[in-house]
């Protein structure tokens, strides 16, 4: 573990949700990940980062409620998380920061 400054303490729960397959968990773990990072490393991601993560998360959570209103299938609000999880496992690749499996 010598290039991992920080071990994310929600990792677990993270992993559940994306296991179980379940977007609105995945969602809600996302947001406790950014909040934290968001703490842990204020000079590195700021307050502003973290406001617009969770507005992407907003916009994904009324995603899986209304998809069908906005014209769009289960799949692409499936992909759009994915995409909101390349995100997070980006930027803590770049900061050094584990999510433990």
Known sequence: MGQWKY???????L???IHNGDL?????????C????NQQFPEDYDDRELSSDLDDIEN??????????????YEEVEDNVD???SNLYDECDGLGIWIEI
């Open 24 to 32: 609105d968990e995945v969602l809600n773990q996302l947001e406790v």
């Open 15 to 17: 992993r559940d949700a």
């Open 60 to 73: 994904e959570r009324d995603n899986i409620l209304n998809y069908e209103d906005y014209d769009m299938d």
């Open 7 to 13: 071990k994310l303490k929600n990792s677990q729960a």
């Open 83 to 85: 995409y909101l999880l």
């Open 34 to 37: 950014w909040k934290e990072i």
